[in-house]
């Protein structure tokens, strides 16, 4: 297995036994969400750090969905860190997996069930790095705070949203790192690791096409709902959606795309559609990566008919659709596009949100924290190259960023070992795990970012 450049075989050995056990007995806390019952994890590692000497707090509402806080504060002045993580996972459906997934098993070098890469690993090597931080006497300088949060997932009803409304006292600091980014991908003989220092945002939305009721064996009938809600996804997913290019793209196309031709024409508005597609003939997984970054993206993905009969038209179809919109845009530009993309399709439709629309942000790039993140990682991969992009999903440094406008927030978790194409099919999947040695390369880095930053 691959050496930590710098690291005492000893003390990564040790770090890999702690990060595992831990780990597995948090996989063991079902925490599936819905509903979540979070507040069990909370206690555990409430229980995890008193042992250790070290006490924080469990906050949020309800009762049931509480996030744990734990604070290291040097006395001295100095920048404040955030090690961030979330306590909840996806549901799990048991009998698709080699393992129970709430097993926890440790077999081949892996730590095995649902958590173990989203991101109940990362509530372990944080928590170990903090300990291990504490246990050296603490930050020189500054404070470090660790916190596992409620709701991730679904975010609808507390956790990091609710903290830091309601508790900045516990929660805001100068900087935060928190999961999504730090997979690498090798090309060209380079190993280059995705730094996220913004995301997208997010406007779900769901169209109602409305039809007449009538029998169903009379095919030539107008009004026919489902015929309309098929009109609406064929308009949906021809449209041309507006093409966007800013600098969430930029390193990853200048570090990965080895043809200086075809980087040129990606970077260029009137070429760049064009040079995505010959990109996803040239490198699918690439262009998988770079064409979201892009401006919007539509994915229907529910369609419900009100028919309860298969011989009678429905009068309703709704059609769910998943919205991301890049950071600086907001759902008025997605009505717009809606709007657009319908136009002259024979449908009788309207539009509902589903759930909040939460706009996409970002935090300044480069800064103190991304310096300390590069110094750290060229002492332990020194063929590391790190490349800033965005997330095209969520995570909760967007509730940072909107309510802290100075917090500087980045998702980056590395992993040693296992590549990105090998890792990232993982996330909300069957089989999900991680190598014992990336998962204590994830706590190694966390302590020596940490110490880095706030030396």
Avoid at 177 to 183: D, F, M, S, T, V
Avoid at 304 to 332: F, I, K, W
Avoid at 361 to 377: D, E, G, H, R, V
Wanted: glycine residues 8%; aromatic residues 6%.
């Amino acid at each position: 297995m691959e050496d930590i450049a710098g690291i005492d075989p000893a003390v990564v050995a040790e770090v890999e036994r702690e990060t595992s056990e831990l780990l597995s007995a948090l996989i063991q806390i079902d925490t599936s969400n819905p509903p979540g019952d979070e507040t069990r994890v909370a206690e555990f590692m409430q229980s995890w750090f008193a042992a250790r000497g070290l006490h924080g707090e469990i906050a949020g509402e309800p009762a049931d969905r509480a996030s744990f806080v734990l604070t290291l504060d040097s006395g001295k002045p100095g920048p404040s860190l955030l090690l961030l993580a979330h306590e909840d996972v996806v549901p799990a459906n048991a009998p698709d997996w080699q393992v129970p997934p709430f097993s926890g098993l440790i077999r081949d070098g892996y730590v095995w069930g649902r958590g173990a890469v989203d991101i109940k690993n990362l509530v372990a090597a944080h928590a170990v790095a903090t300990a291990r931080i504490a246990a050296s006497g603490g930050p020189a300088a500054g404070r470090l705070v660790y916190a596992c949060t409620a709701d991730e997932e679904e975010g609808s009803i507390g956790g990091a949203r609710w903290l830091v409304e309601h508790r900045p006292d516990l929660i805001r600091t100068d900087y935060v790192i928190n999961e999504g980014g730090g997979h690498f991908l090798e090309r060209g003989g380079r190993r280059v690791y995705i730094l996220e220092s913004g995301e997208k945002g997010t406007a779900q939305f769901r169209l109602i096409i409305k039809g007449e009721a009538g029998h169903a064996s009379v095919p030539l009938r107008s009004g026919n709902a489902v015929v309309g809600a098929a009109r609406v996804v064929d308009a949906l997913i021809s449209h041309e959606l507006p093409l966007v290019i800013d600098g969430s793209s930029e390193e990853l196309v200048q570090l990965l795309v080895d043809a200086p031709a075809l980087r040129e024409r990606l970077r260029d508005p009137k070429t760049a559609r064009a040079a995505l597609h010959e990109l996803a003939r040239r490198d699918v997984q690439l262009a998988d990566m770079i064409e979201p970054l892009y401006g919007f993206a539509f994915s229907p993905t529910i369609v419900h008919s009100n028919s309860v009969a298969v011989n009678v038209y429905p009068t309703r179809v709704e059609l769910s659709v998943d919205c991301r919109m890049l950071a600086g845009h907001d759902e008025q530009e997605v009505l717009t596009e809606v709007r657009t993309a319908l136009d002259g399709v024979e449908a009788d439709w309207d539009l509902e949100w589903v759930g909040p629309v939460v706009r996409g942000n970002s935090s300044p790039y480069p800064s103190p924290l991304s310096a300390a993140i590069q110094k750290t990682l060229t002492e332990h991969v020194p063929e590391a190259e790190l490349a800033n992009s965005h997330s095209v999903g969520f995570t909760d440094s967007n509730w940072f960023r909107a309510a802290y406008p100075d917090t500087i927030a980045y998702n980056f978790a590395p992993h040693l070992v296992e590549t990105y194409d090998e890792v990232t099919p993982r996330y909300h999947n069957v089989d999900e795990r991680i190598l014992v040695r990336d998962l204590a390369f994830q706590s190694l880095f966390a302590e020596r970012v940490a110490l880095e930053l706030l030396s």
